[in-house]
């Protein structure tokens, strides 16, 4: 019975603290990765961690490997990645995010698009990389169906010029053509593939 009152006056006083300073949960399942501070730590059995301060923290399930980048929402997803993965080049990875966004933002005519990444930017910004990762994620459908309806615009003389390419795991099974665009300068820690241009 005391463990249950003690259990319960931890939560109480979590739920009182400002936000910023509450604990995190983070449950992982055995044989499961974390990315902490530029550490991976792997566990043996399923386990539930409490972050008892403020850390850089990824899970494994959100880690984008670099054959996954064929957007260039995803591309941006994995330079803000990189940040959280490898801090001592945080700097590095926060310039190339940056250069990618302004470039993105650029191409973009899709509002919703447009107002999801100046939110991105924001979390960057205020050093909030994980809740940008978050964000974007939540972007990745909308691009693909405005690529997808971007690839049905090309005449067949373009598809010629900028053959078509397996959309990403897990996404549509359309094909979608990757025209070049202005973000090739931005993509030099990327798979030099030239990211499609969101008209």
């Given at each position: 019975?005391?463990g249950?009152?003690?259990?319960?006056?931890?939560?109480?006083?979590?739920?009182?603290?400002?936000?910023?300073?509450?604990?995190?949960?983070?449950?992982?399942?055995?044989?499961?990765?974390?990315?902490?501070?530029g550490?991976?730590?792997?566990?043996?059995?399923?386990?539930?961690?409490?972050?008892?301060?403020?850390a850089?923290?990824?899970?494994?399930?959100?880690?984008?490997q670099?054959?996954?980048?064929?957007?260039?929402?995803?591309?941006?997803?994995?330079?803000?990645q990189?940040m959280?993965?490898?801090?001592?080049n945080?700097?590095a990875s926060r310039?190339?995010?940056?250069?990618?966004?302004?470039?993105?933002?650029a191409?973009?005519?899709?509002q919703?698009l447009?107002?999801?990444?100046?939110?991105?930017?924001?979390?960057?910004a205020?050093d909030?990389?994980?809740?940008?990762?978050?964000?974007?994620?939540?972007?990745?459908?909308?691009?693909?169906?405005?690529?997808?309806?971007?690839?049905?615009?090309?005449?067949?003389?373009?598809?010629?010029?900028?053959?078509?390419?397996?959309?990403?795991?897990?996404?549509?099974?359309?094909e979608?053509?990757v025209?070049?665009?202005?973000?090739?300068?931005?993509?030099?820690?990327l798979?030099?593939?030239?990211?499609?241009?969101?008209?």
């Amino acid at each position: 019975m005391t463990g249950q009152r003690a259990r319960r006056q931890r939560r109480d006083e979590e739920k009182k603290a400002p936000v910023g300073l509450r604990p995190m949960h983070i449950s992982l399942r055995s044989g499961e990765r974390l990315f902490l501070n530029g550490a991976v730590l792997r566990v043996d059995r399923k386990v539930t961690l409490e972050l008892l301060n403020d850390a850089t923290f990824l899970l494994e399930n959100h880690v984008m490997q670099v054959q996954d980048t064929t957007t260039p929402l995803r591309q941006l997803y994995f330079a803000a990645q990189a940040m959280l993965m490898d801090p001592q080049n945080a700097k590095a990875s926060r310039a190339l995010f940056d250069a990618m966004a302004t470039d993105i933002l650029a191409a973009l005519a899709s509002q919703s698009l447009r107002t999801g990444l100046e939110d991105v930017v924001g979390l960057i910004a205020a050093d909030r990389p994980f809740q940008a990762l978050k964000a974007l994620r939540g972007m990745f459908d909308e691009e693909q169906s405005v690529l997808a309806s971007q690839n049905r615009r090309v005449l067949p003389e373009q598809r010629d010029l900028c053959p078509p390419q397996e959309a990403p795991s897990g996404g549509a099974d359309e094909e979608v053509a990757v025209p070049p665009s202005s973000l090739s300068k931005a993509t030099g820690a990327l798979p030099q593939r030239p990211p499609t241009a969101l008209q």
